[in-house]
């Protein structure tokens, strides 16, 4: 089931100990339990997935063809409806639940949410800018990005420049990320290191695209232990 994510909320920050006497940052997200609403047939759409509904909503607050959609599909209302492609759809049946064990022998994730806004900002903290001079004449205009355009040809801003406007509040993809522990009891995962995003923020986590390598936490720790273990060669 490693084709399929999963939906979380940011709860916080914490840190976790190691015997080594190691404190590691962790950010805890709290899961969600998906359910399969629909699986999609390739004759149908042209492609294989399957969607997946993750959190309660009331049904007040749905539309009149989606509550037609849940009513059909005879499950609850869910809140966030995923897409997700996946190799054989034999696997996955209409009705079953997902949850945090679809990353039991999952070491990396990639973790994908919204950014926290930051409102109108300048240049300088939006593109890390450096300014004008503090001195030799600049006037009133330390903190400008510069100039802005050329001459009468071609006489416009080209789209892309580097202005002040309106930073953060995008998503945002975070890959490789090590899961540091899960806690299936309270649906609860711990990821190394901070996400993007402020408290109760939506993270859509998936296993690693890339293929990765490195060595997690504990095992560089199992790695020292073994060297201490390991008597040195007597000097001659």
Known sequence: MSDIALVGKKIG?????????QSIPVTVLKMETGRIIQVIDKEKRGYQAVQV???????????????????????????????????NIEDYKEGNEVGLEIFKDVKFVDVRSKTIGKGFAGAMKRHNF??????????????AHGSTGQNQDPGKVFKGKKMAGHMGDKLR?????EIIKT??????????????GSRNT??????AVKN???????????????LKKTPDKKKK
């Open 53 to 87: 509904g993750f959190g309660k909503i009331k049904n007040s607050k749905l539309t009149k063809a989606m509550k037609g959609y849940f009513a059909k599909k005879n499950t609850e209302p869910k809140k966030i409806l995923k897409e997700f492609k996946v190799k």
């Open 130 to 143: 450096g300014g004008l001079r503090a001195s030799h004449g600049v006037s009133v205009s330390h903190r």
């Open 202 to 207: 939506n993270v859509l986590i998936k296993k």
């Open 212 to 226: 990765i390598r490195k060595l997690t936490i504990t095992e560089k720790i199992e790695v020292i232990e073994k």
């Open 183 to 196: 806690d299936e009891e309270n649906n609860l995962i711990y990821l190394k290191g901070s996400i993007p």
């Open 173 to 177: 993809t975070m890959q490789n990320i």
């Open 13 to 21: 920050m914490s840190r976790e100990f190691y015997k080594t006497g």
